[in-house]
């Protein structure tokens, strides 16, 4: 296994001070799989004061829970101390932090056998649990007892759930059943942290594990109006759409969303503390996923105005899914609507392209032309929009001299 230079030299002079160190974790087990890790985590015997005397740069961001960031230009490499987690009362947050006399006291009390191995070039792979015969069989097993690795963090059920959707592996029959049995208990778990899992799982390969949250309970604890989507006849819908839909979280999740009604959709990711953009935009797919866009120029450029490029590109994209999603349930071919998506796009690309006027901002008239036309208050306003229209409809009249001639019968 090939470390990155900035971890063998972290590892290196950590060793060189009498103490140990390892790549833990997400980072040796997309290193075996062959893939190249987003952070490499490093865990080590050394006290974290005792980290921070052996590098220049360091950051303290989690002294108590043993974690220092060591700087190596802009890049930041956090070296925990080999920990044992105490008992999780809540089912979330260790009670205590007592830090562990060796590395397998340390990979113990992670959450499953491939993100519990360990490597260094001096000792080669630690791998206790057998992470990797797991990674072979493409299984995602606790290590330990799954109920009581559960009742310890709930959050871990998620964690289970979105790594089998981001790997493609299935989840330990052992694991799967702990989840089903205690899924009631995500309860405990904060709705940002429930949503950072399910965001994961939705914009990975296989969004339609989504399911899961579903099969085992997840969603009827904690988010039933999801559960409701698939106890009812939109589930297949649901499932098609997330895998046609194109791979963002504002498309996942109005593909999941679809069949709910937008207020619904809004309230339930306000709920799931997501972004205001994303929240806005996943309700107007919804609300306008519905509609038909009509197939000519003028409606289009209204169209642009009402929604904005990205949402009108973003609803066209849904809608192909939502097309695909029908043809896949009834085996029966939609040419019409593809014709007509298909159309609708070239259109609203020529717009684009041509730069045609369908904002207030784009027209060649503006508040202040209308103020030396003799113009006041509201009046300016409601022109300007009334102009706007005129232009949407017909854009070769966004030329100054042309609106100002028109003002006359505005007034
Ligand atoms: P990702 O690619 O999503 O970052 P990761 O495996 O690095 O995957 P992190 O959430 O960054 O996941 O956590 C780093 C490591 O810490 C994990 O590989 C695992 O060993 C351990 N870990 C993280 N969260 C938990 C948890 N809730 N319970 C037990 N161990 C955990
Ligand atoms: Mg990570």
Same mark, same amino acid.
């Given at each position: 296994m090939e470390l990155p230079e900035n971890v063998r030299n972290i590892i290196s002079t950590i060793e060189k001070n009498g103490c140990e160190a390892y790549a833990v974790g997400g980072c040796v087990r997309d290193t075996l799989m062959g893939k190249t890790p987003s952070d490499w985590d490093i865990t080590t015997s050394a006290l974290p004061m005792q980290v921070k005397s052996m590098f220049g740069r360091t950051v303290d961001t989690g002294l108590k829970h043993g974690t220092v960031t060591v700087?190596?230009?802009?890049?930041?490499?956090?070296?925990?101390?080999?920990?044992?987690?105490?008992?999780?009362?809540?089912?979330?947050?260790?009670e205590s932090v007592e830090f562990a006399l060796n590395l397998v006291e340390d990979l113990k009390r992670r959450d499953f056998t491939i993100n519990a191995m360990a490597y260094n070039d001096k000792n080669g792979l630690v791998d206790e649990f057998d992470g990797r015969g797991d990674l072979e069989r493409k299984v995602i097993r606790c290590v330990g007892n799954p109920?009581?690795? /559960?009742?310890?963090?709930?959050?871990?059920?998620?964690?289970?759930?979105? /790594?089998?959707?981001?790997?493609? /592996?299935?989840?330990?029959?052992?694991?799967?059943?702990?989840?089903?049995?205690?899924s009631d208990t995500i309860k405990q778990v904060s709705m940002e942290r429930i949503q950072v899992e399910l965001t994961k799982t939705l914009v990975s390969d296989n969004p339609e594990k989504v399911e899961l949250f579903?099969?085992?309970?997840? /969603?009827?604890?904690?988010?039933p109006e999801i559960s409701r989507i698939f106890e009812g006849r939109y589930r297949q819908n649901a499932l098609c759409m997330v895998r046609f839909t194109e791979n963002t979280p504002v498309l996942r999740y109005a593909a999941l969303l679809n069949s709910l009604e937008p207020e619904e959709a809004r309230s339930l990711l306000r709920r799931l503390k997501m972004d205001n953009h994303t929240v806005d935009s996943v309700t107007a797919i919804v609300a306008n996923s519905k509609g038909k866009i009509d197939e000519n120029e003028p409606a289009i450029r209204e169209?642009?105005?009402?929604?904005?490029?990205?949402?009108?590109?973003?609803?066209l994209i849904h809608s192909e899914a939502l097309a695909k999603a029908k043809e896949e349930i009834t085996g029966v071919k939609l040419?019409?609507?593809?014709?007509?998506?298909?159309?609708?796009?070239?259109?609203?690309e020529g717009i684009i392209d041509r730069g045609d006027c369908f904002t207030i901002k784009d027209?060649?008239?503006?508040?202040?032309?209308l103020i030396e036309y003799g113009m006041s208050g509201s009046q300016i306003g409601r022109t300007l929009n009334e102009l706007l229209h005129v232009v949407m409809d017909n854009p070769k009249l966004n030329d100054k001299a042309t609106l100002i001639a028109m003002l006359d019968h505005f007034q």
């Open positions: 700087m190596i230009g802009k890049t930041g490499y956090e070296v925990t101390t080999y920990r044992i987690d105490g008992e999780y009362k809540d089912g979330r947050h260790p109920m009581e690795r /559960f009742t310890e963090d709930a959050l871990r059920m998620m964690r289970a759930i979105r /790594f089998s959707a981001q790997l493609s /592996f299935d989840i330990h029959p052992d694991t799967y059943n702990a989840i089903n049995k205690l579903y099969s085992t309970g997840i /969603f009827a604890a904690v988010l169209a642009l105005n009402r929604l904005g490029k990205d949402l009108m590109n973003n609803l040419y019409g609507t593809h014709n007509h998506i298909v159309a609708v796009r070239k259109m609203m027209l060649d008239i503006t508040g202040n032309d």
